[in-house]
């Protein structure tokens, strides 16, 4: 949703969905790739979550996942950078 919303911000500054760069198209390329690979984890971690719930191992479920939160979360802040960057040059290159 998020992601979404950027996404339309960036077009309603650009005036409209026309056009768009070579790197805007890649990053949302990366987005894509990216949210394919956070769905496929996830479902592995599910896998994984069930397994180690089966043997009675609560605090390593909790672990696992707490690590996990916090790498996709500075993955996805870094991507959010990167995109919010590119918005602002966009936006300094088509007003000035």
Known sequence: RKRREVEEKAKDRRGGGNG???EEGNLKEKLKEQ????R?????????????RSKGSVAEVAKGWRERYEKEKREKE???????G???????ANNG
């Open 20 to 22: 768009g760069s070579e």
């Open 35 to 38: 949210d394919l690979q956070w």
């Open 40 to 52: 496929e984890a996830y479902d592995n971690l599910l896998k994984e979550n069930e397994s180690l």
């Open 78 to 84: 870094e991507i959010g950078n990167r995109l919010e």
């Open 86 to 92: 590119y918005i602002s040059k966009s936006n300094s």
